[in-house]
């Protein structure tokens, strides 16, 4: 009787760490993919400092260099959520991020007749992921905070 218990408690015990192991395996999965998204917008705000910069805007150039920059820390954070190794964060972040300059860029030079709607589009895909950013920024805030004390 004692052994069917202890069999049964063990076998609770197994399902229960392996649910645990699967619902991080999830929330990994989803911190990596919004790190594709959040990378994705930040090339895309640097495409458009740049644009705003070749138009002598100057002021919403720097304002969309400041927001890229702010978007390419919460890339870093997001896969550091999705537990990839510090020393790879960085390059990963900046991979996705020149990706998607490099996709702006070529469209642009390739004269797409939709850019200026696909811009539009990108403009309200990124806003709609504004709070990602800013999850992911802070965590990356308080994992620094934490790693200097």
């Excluded at 699967?22 to 999965?29: D, L, S, Y």
């Excluded at 138009?55 to 260099?65: F, P, V």
């Excluded at 490099?102 to 539009?120: I, M």
């Excluded at 403009?123 to 992921?129: E, M, R």
């Amino acid at each position: 009787m004692i052994r069917k218990i202890l069999s049964a408690g063990l076998i609770l015990f197994a399902l229960s760490a392996s649910a645990a192991e699967n619902e991080q395996a999830v929330q990994q999965h989803k911190a990596y993919s919004d790190a594709q998204v959040l990378g994705r917008c930040a090339g895309f705000l640097s495409f458009m400092s740049q644009l705003y910069a070749a138009q002598n805007q100057l002021i919403q150039a720097k304002d969309a260099a400041l927001k890229s920059n702010s978007w390419r820390i919460a890339t870093m954070g997001a896969l550091l959520a999705a537990d990839w190794r510090s020393e790879n964060l960085a390059s990963t972040a900046d991979s996705i991020y020149e990706g998607a300059i490099t996709s702006w860029r070529a469209r642009l030079e390739s004269a797409d007749p939709d850019l200026s709607f696909s811009l539009n589009q990108e403009s309200k895909f990124c806003l709609s992921h504004n709070q990602s950013q800013e999850i992911y920024r802070e965590f990356l805030k308080r994992i620094a905070n934490q790693t200097q004390n």
